[in-house]
């Protein structure tokens, strides 16, 4: 199983700042990698698959970046409701996993 | 719109078993993979289990093989998850996720429904 390590687990920063969130995997998972936002009492949102695709409707402010094992979201200029809860997840090999979550909140 | 719309969760003894359904609506539900997905209260995100457009393959994390059967009704636009054996660590919110496209990474959840597993 491959295992995602996601860091930090907790960021705080003030709107406006950017953020760089950080999903490592256990092997190799070439480009097969997403990213969720995830606010309180929420489903799951898709904002990058494919390690820097933007899914519909996602801001430019969400970019992704890596390969391979190493793999960053990074969200510029932080809005109000970018506040949530971001996992990483890979589709390379079964059993499909996700990161233990990167919860970012305002300082 | 694409909708996905979760039911059957409930409170069940250990042991015991429930069904999941999702209904879909707003896209072509046999041209998608579907799966489960699970988050344990105030705990992360957890994959279930995955099939295919067809329903002709499908995948189980290992804490739920042998327990669990993901299955599609194309003709409804449904997916199920027919939970056996419920153990007090299934207890979750399940949510039903569509693929995008064949693959496993998923653009649409559901809003979720709660497992409760105890006696």
């Known amino acids: 199983e491959i295992v995602l390590t996601q860091s930090p687990a907790t960021l705080s920063l003030s709107p406006g700042e950017s953020a760089t969130l950080s999903c490592r995997a256990s092997?190799?998972?070439?480009?097969?990698l997403g990213w969720y936002q995830q606010k309180p009492g929420q489903a799951p949102r898709l904002l990058i698959y494919?390690?820097?695709n933007r899914a519909t409707g996602i801001p430019a402010r969400f970019s992704g970046s890596g390969s391979e094992t190493d793999f960053t979201l990074t969200i510029s200029s932080l809005e109000p409701e970018d506040f949530a809860v971001y996992y990483c997840?890979?589709?390379?090999?079964?059993?499909?996993?996700f990161g233990q979550g990167t919860r970012l909140e305002i300082k | 719109e694409v909708q996905l719309l979760e039911s059957g969760g409930g409170l069940v003894q250990p042991g015991g078993s429930l069904r999941l359904s999702c209904a879909a609506s707003g896209f072509t539900f046999s041209n998608y993979a579907m799966s489960w997905v699970r988050q344990a209260p105030g705990k992360g995100l957890e994959w279930v289990s995955f099939?295919?457009?067809?329903?002709?393959?499908?995948h189980y994390a290992d804490s739920v093989k042998g327990r669990f059967t993901i299955s599609r009704d194309n003709s409804k636009s449904a997916l199920y998850l027919q939970m056996n054996s419920l153990r007090a660590d299934d207890s979750a919110v399940y949510y039903c996720?569509?693929?995008?496209?064949?693959?496993?990474?998923?653009?649409?959840w559901g809003q979720g429904v709660l497992v409760s597993v105890s006696s």
């Open positions: 996720a569509k693929g995008r496209g064949a693959n496993s990474i998923y653009d649409f």
């Open positions: 997840q890979q589709r390379r090999i079964w059993p499909i996993t």
């Open positions: 494919d390690t820097s």
């Open positions: 092997q190799s998972i070439s480009d097969l």
């Open positions: 099939v295919t457009g067809s329903g002709d393959d499908t």
